[in-house]
C-alpha cells in the first residue's frame, strides 16, 4: 500500500526509519525523526524544506559524514546495493564516498582544499578508487573539466581554487563529483549561493550530464522553483519529517499537505497579483528538543483539528505515487 | 513638496586598488559608473542584478557611507555631499537603511528595546517610560509583542530579527528605508512576512523605499519601478510590469529567462545565457554586456550605449533594441516573454 514497500529492482537508496540525534549537554535534538524514501535508478529526486528542517542532516547521515562529538544516527537502515551503509566499517565507507555516491556543497570554496590545484584534487578522487596512475589520473581530471564545460581545460587543471570564480569552482566540484562516475549523486543546495544566470548553466549541466550518465540525483533546496524545474520526485520536510512526497507535477497541481500548500502559496507569484499582501504561514517552526505530541505542523496549521493535536500522522498513500502525513489530505487536496 | 524625495545624478564610485606608490595610475574598480535615478515619495524603487553590478555599493552611497567619485545625492533638492556634520546628522533622520544579515547587523548585547529606541536617543533623550511607550509602539508596528522588548538578538528566531532591523529603521519616521537584500537570507514563509509587513508599512506610513535585491520574483512583487545593473551601470530602468511583461535590454532579458519559476509543467526552451560577469577592474570596452549578449554588433564593442527613453517611458541602454535617436523609439521587441518571445530568443541565439 505505502509506495516505500514496493522495493522494485529500480531501487538504488533505500532509506528505512532513519534516526538521527545532536546530543548536547542540556538536551537532545531530534533532527530527524525516523524517515523513509528511496531514490530510484537515475531519477532526480528533489528534497525541499526551510532551515532547520533536517534535509542536510538526511544527506549527511546518509553518507555518514555528520561530527562524531556530537551527532547519533540511533536508528534506521540505509540500503545500497543490499547493505547497510550504517553498518559498514569507516574504511568500507571510505571506499564508497566520493565513488558510488558523491556529493557536492553549497560553497564549493569551502569544500575545495585551497592549498592544491583542482586538477590534483580531481586527480586524487580518481586515484583513491581506481588503480589509476598519476599521469592517466591527471588526463582525466581535465578530460572532466572540458566535460562540465570549462574554457580552457588544459590550463584551469594548474589553477587553485582561488584563481576561479565561483560558477567555475563549482563546476570543478561537479567534474570532482562525476570523476569515478556515481551511481548517486547527492547535492546540497548546489547553485544556492550563485547568481541567478549562472545558477541556469549549472542547472542545466546537472541535467544534462545526469542525461548522459544515468546518475540518479538527489538534489537538496529550499528553492521551490529549483525544484520545479529539476526534479521527476519531490520530497517535502518539515521539522525532522517527510510530510509530502509526490512526482513533481502532482505535487505543485495538488499539494497534500497544508506546508506544501502554505509554502507555495508564500512564493510571490505574478499570476496572483503584485504589490498583495501574500499568504502567510503564521508562527515559527517548532523546536525539536522538546517530544512533539501530535502533528509538528499542527500549530500553524489552518486544517488543524484535535485529532492533529493529540495523534501523529504517518505517510499515507493519497493518490498514485503521492503520499502524505496529514489526516486532512483528502481535504487540503480540494483546497 | 515637489520634485522627488531623492534624486540621484551621475553617480560615481572608483575604489582605488592599492595606494599606487611609485606608479603612475593606480588601477580602479569601477563600483559604479553615471547611475542616475529618482524615487518618488511612498514609491518603492528596485535594483536588481547580480554579484558586483554595483547594488550594495549604491545603497552605501546614498546613505553616505562612503563618498562618491563623482555625481549627486540629492534629497528634496538638498545636496547631501555639501552637508556638514551637524546638518548630516539632522538629515541621516529622514533616511534609514535595513541590512540583509539579521544575525550580524544587531547588536547581540543590547536587549530588543535598547536595539530599535537607540537612533532615536542619538537625537534626544527619552526617560525610561518614554523609552517604554517608544519601544511597545514600535514592536507593535512591526508585528510583534511588546513583551519582546527584553529579549537578546540571540533568543529571536531569523524573521523576528529583520521585524527588529525594520523597526529600528521606523525610529526615526523616515520617508525613505533602504532595504539591502533584507529579505534574501530568510526561508520563504518568512520572507512572505516580512514583505507583507513592508507593504503594510508603506501604505500606512507613506515610506518610501529603495529596495535591493537580487531575486526578481520579490522585485516584481513589492516594486513600483525597477532599475536592473549590469557592472556598475542601469542597463534598463522602468515601471515593474513593463519590465517583467516585456524586457527590452538583452540582460534584463536574461535576468528574466534565468531565474526559476515554480511551475513544473513550464517548458523551458531558452538556452541560459553564456559566460560570466566580467570583472570590474578591467571591464570590457563598449557595452559590459557584449561579450555574453547574443545580439551584439560591432558598435557595442566600441562605445559604451547611453541610456535612450522609449516611447513607453522606460530608459534602455543598448545599442541595438534601443539605438539612440532624437525622437523616442519604439521598443526594439514586441511581445511579452511568453512562448512566442522566448521561441524568437531561441531562434535568435
Known amino acids: ?335 | 513638496m515637489n520634485g522627488p524625495l531623492l534624486k540621484v545624478e551621475n553617480l560615481t564610485k572608483h575604489y582605488p586598488l592599492g595606494t599606487g606608490f611609485l606608479k603612475k595610475t593606480i588601477p580602479v574598480i569601477r563600483a559604479v559608473e553615471d547611475v542616475s535615478f529618482s524615487v518618488e515619495a511612498g514609491e518603492t524603487l528596485c535594483i536588481v542584478g547580480e554579484s558586483g553590478c554595483g547594488k550594495s555599493t549604491v545603497a552605501r552611497l546614498l546613505m553616505r557611507l562612503v563618498e562618491p567619485t563623482g555625481g549627486r545625492v540629492l534629497i528634496d533638492g538638498t545636496d547631501i555631499a555639501g552637508l556638514k556634520k551637524d546638518a548630516l546628522h539632522a538629515w541621516r533622520r529622514r533616511m534609514q537603511m535595513v541590512f540583509q544579515d539579521p544575525y550580524s547587523s544587531l547588536n547581540p548585547r543590547l536587549t530588543a528595546g535598547q536595539i530599535i529606541t537607540e537612533p532615536v536617543e542619538n537625537f534626544e533623550r527619552l526617560s525610561r517610560r518614554q523609552r517604554q511607550a517608544l519601544a511597545a509602539d514600535l514592536l507593535r508596528k512591526v508585528g510583534m509583542s511588546p513583551e519582546m522588548m527584553h529579549r537578546l538578538p540571540s533568543e529571536l528566531s531569523g524573521g523576528q530579527r529583520q521585524r527588529l532591523g525594520i523597526a529600528r529603521a521606523l525610529a526615526l519616521n523616515p520617508s525613505l528605508i533602504i532595504a539591502d537584500e533584507a529579505v534574501s537570507a530568510l526561508d520563504v514563509s518568512v520572507q512572505a512576512q516580512i514583505l507583507n509587513l513592508l507593504l503594510d508599512l508603506q501604505q500606512q506610513m507613506g515610506i518610501a523605499f529603495v529596495f535591493i535585491s537580487h531575486d526578481l520574483s520579490v522585485v516584481e512583487h513589492i516594486g513600483h519601478r525597477v532599475a536592473v545593473m549590469y557592472l556598475g551601470r542601469i542597463v534598463e530602468l522602468a515601471t515593474c510590469e513593463a519590465l517583467f511583461a516585456r524586457p527590452v535590454h538583452p540582460y534584463t532579458e536574461a535576468l528574466i529567462a534565468a531565474a526559476p519559476v515554480p511551475d513544473p509543467t513550464r517548458v523551458r526552451l531558452v538556452a541560459p545565457v553564456e559566460g560570466e560577469v566580467p570583472s570590474p577592474i578591467n571591464p570590457p570596452r563598449g557595452c559590459a554586456f557584449h561579450p555574453r549578449c547574443p545580439l551584439a554588433v560591432d558598435r557595442c564593442r566600441i562605445e559604451v550605449p547611453p541610456l535612450v527613453p522609449m516611447a513607453d517611458g522606460r530608459v534602455v541602454a543598448c545599442h541595438v533594441r534601443a539605438p539612440a535617436t532624437d525622437i523616442p523609439s519604439q521598443p526594439a521587441e514586441v511581445g511579452d516573454h511568453s512562448l512566442a518571445h522566448v521561441l524568437s530568443l531561441m531562434i535568435r541565439s
Open chain 1, 1 to 335: 500500500m505505502l509506495m516505500q514497500k514496493s522495493a522494485g529492482n529500480d531501487v538504488l537508496l533505500d532509506v528505512r526509519d532513519l534516526e538521527t540525534h545532536f546530543v548536547g549537554d542540556e538536551s537532545t535534538t531530534r533532527a530527524l525523526g525516523g524517515i523513509s524514501f528511496q531514490v530510484k535508478k537515475g531519477e532526480t529526486l528533489g528534497v525541499v524544506g526551510e532551515s532547520g528542517c533536517g534535509k542536510s542532516v538526511t544527506a549527511l547521515s546518509i553518507l555518514r559524514l555528520l561530527p562524531k562529538m556530537n551527532a547519533r544516527t540511533v536508528g534506521g537502515e540505509v540500503r545500497f546495493h543490499g547493505r547497510d551503509l550504517l553498518e559498514l566499517s569507516d574504511r568500507e565507507m571510505r571506499q564508497i564516498r566520493g565513488d558510488q555516491i558523491a556529493m557536492i556543497f553549497q560553497e564549493p570554496m569551502t569544500s575545495l582544499n585551497p592549498v592544491y590545484t583542482v586538477g590534483r584534487q580531481i586527480a586524487e578522487a580518481v586515484q583513491i578508487h581506481t588503480k589509476a596512475s598519476r599521469s592517466v589520473a591527471m588526463a582525466k581530471a581535465q578530460e572532466m573539466l572540458r566535460l562540465v564545460r570549462i574554457a580552457d581545460p588544459e590550463r584551469r587543471v594548474n589553477n587553485y581554487p582561488h584563481e576561479m570564480s565561483g560558477g567555475m569552482r563549482q563546476r570543478a566540484m561537479i567534474a570532482m563529483a562525476l570523476a569515478c562516475s556515481p551511481e548517486l549523486l547527492i547535492a546540497d543546495e548546489p547553485t544556492t549561493a550563485l547568481d541567478v544566470t549562472i545558477q541556469a548553466q549549472i542547472l542545466r549541466l546537472i541535467a544534462d550530464l545526469k542525461e548522459r550518465t544515468g546518475t540518479a540525483v538527489m538534489f537538496i533546496t529550499h528553492d521551490l522553483g529549483v525544484v520545479a524545474e529539476t526534479c521527476q520526485r519531490v520530497i517535502v520536510m518539515y521539522a525532522g519529517s517527510i510530510v509530502e512526497q509526490a512526482n513533481v507535477i502532482d505535487l505543485f497541481a495538488r499539494p497534500a499537505h497544508p506546508y506544501t500548500q502554505g509554502l507555495m502559496r508564500s512564493v510571490p507569484d505574478q499570476r496572483r497579483g503584485r504589490q498583495r499582501r501574500l499568504p502567510e504561514i503564521p508562527g515559527i517552526v517548532p523546536s525539536l528538543r522538546e517530544p512533539i505530541v501530535g502533528c509538528s505542523f499542527a500549530p500553524r496549521c489552518p486544517f488543524a483539528i484535535d485529532i492533529c493535536r493529540e495523534k501523529t500522522p504517518i505517510l499515507r498513500d493519497v493518490g498514485s505515487s503521492h503520499a502524505a502525513a496529514c489526516w486532512r489530505a483528502e481535504e487540503v487536496m480540494g483546497a
